[in-house]
């Protein structure tokens, strides 16, 4: 029985596209951010508090956490969210 098949889709599909920006550029993990938003019904989330309303400041996103060394993403956690999107294979 699968409880969250979402999980299937959504990580995956972080994991693509986050993973350019593991070097560190902060407006690409806005842009990588934003894309996710958009490809998962972003304005029909649950809680989408400060996604793509031209805030920069990535630590007002719902379900961000941001590192205060770096600035940058260190967790996304948008669990029973109402998220809702395609699935793609990784290989």
């Known amino acids: 029985m699968m409880q969250h098949p979402w999980r299937c889709k959504v990580v995956p599909m972080v994991v693509v596209l986050l993973a350019p920006v593991c070097h ?18 972003g304005p029909d989330w649950t809680y989408n508090d400060g996604w793509a309303t031209g805030d920069s400041d990535m630590a007002s996103w719902y379900g961000l956490t941001i590192n205060e060394t770096t600035s940058f993403v260190s967790s996304i956690s948008l669990t029973k969210n109402n998220l809702e999107g395609r699935s793609y294979m990784v290989s």
């Open 24 to 41: 560190g550029d902060l407006e690409l993990d806005r842009e990588a951010l934003i894309a996710l938003y958009n490809a998962t019904g």
